[in-house]
């Protein structure tokens, strides 16, 4: 399935899916581009860097959930976005879409992260992603940028999360992310690294250093996990450890993990186990 797909999909009217932000920890990103710009003063992408960068909008509803709830849900309404302000962490939340070719984000930089999960004081466990899309704009190159980036410090790291039905890709040929899932547990030891978390059905295209990176992550499950159309080292997939058993990565499962490239296994506890590995 190629990039270009999800560009010509029909469009469902943002205006319909609005809601009311409320102090639930539940908002809609049309409500929050409502809130930040005014109903009526925003766009989705239109063209190639065209539209309304919805990061301040994201923003404003991950401030207001952190000041209410704690932790929340946002949902990615159905139609083509543009991110070009990343925001500072997603720790906590769930972001939601109604499926990876109907809830589609255009990241439009070449460097920086389009979503981080960075654990901070407090510690904010939980959340991730389901049903979205995510796309870096065309023109980038090989650039600096990755999709997906999960670190936390020697305290505080982004545990339990769920990642599911992801499409992520880049807009035409010329582009390609840096890291597209990038996770690093290597600062915290005790207890050890990113632990229990979960990737279902997932496709990963387009890097040229690195598909899948896993350092010290502890307890998770990869199911239907691939990762293709890279360059140089790009398809490949790294179970990373730094060399001490509390650094390690232990206990992945995976099962349908495929990938175009090669997959490094730098571990040395014996707790990493495979089923139906190509």
């Known amino acids: 399935m190629k990039a270009a797909l999800l560009l010509t999909a029909a469009l469902i009217s943002p205006a319909a899916q609005a809601q009311t932000p409320t102090s639930s920890g539940v908002y809609h990103l049309t409500a929050c581009l409502d809130s930040h710009y005014g109903a ?88 991730g992603m389901r049903g979205i899309g995510i ?31 992801l499409y992520i890709s880049a807009v035409g040929r010329a582009s390609y992310w840096w890291d597209i899932f990038h996770l690093d547990g290597t ?24 598909g899948l990176y896993m350092a010290n992550a502890v307890q998770w499950d990869l199911v239907n996990v691939g990762i293709y159309t890279g360059i140089g080292t790009g398809n490949d997939v790294w179970l990373y450890g730094a060399g001490t058993r509390s650094t390690n990565s232990a206990h992945i499962n995976a099962i349908g993990l495929n990938y175009a490239g090669k997959l490094h296994l730098a571990c040395s506890d014996g707790h990493v186990n495979y089923t139906s590995v190509c």
């Open 40 to 127: 009526g003063n925003w766009t989705p992408r239109t063209g190639i860097g065209v539209g309304t960068d919805i990061g301040p909008a994201l923003s404003d509803c991950v401030t207001a959930i952190r000041n209410t709830t704690g932790r929340g849900r946002i949902y990615i309404d159905p139609g083509i976005w543009l991110l070009t302000t990343s925001p500072p962490t997603f720790t906590g939340i769930q972001l939601e879409g109604y499926g990876s070719q109907a809830s589609v984000v255009v990241y439009n930089s070449g460097a920086g992260v389009a979503f981080r999960y960075i654990a901070a004081s407090p510690c904010f466990t939980g959340g």
């Open 135 to 165: 796309l870096l704009e065309s023109g980038f190159g090989n650039s600096a940028a990755y999709a997906i980036e999960l670190k936390g410090n020697s305290v505080c790291q982004p545990d339990q999360t769920v990642w599911e039905d």
């Open 187 to 210: 600062a915290r030891t005790a207890p050890q690294g990113v632990r229990v978390g979960s990737m279902h059905n997932i496709q990963l295209f387009k890097a040229h250093h690195t």
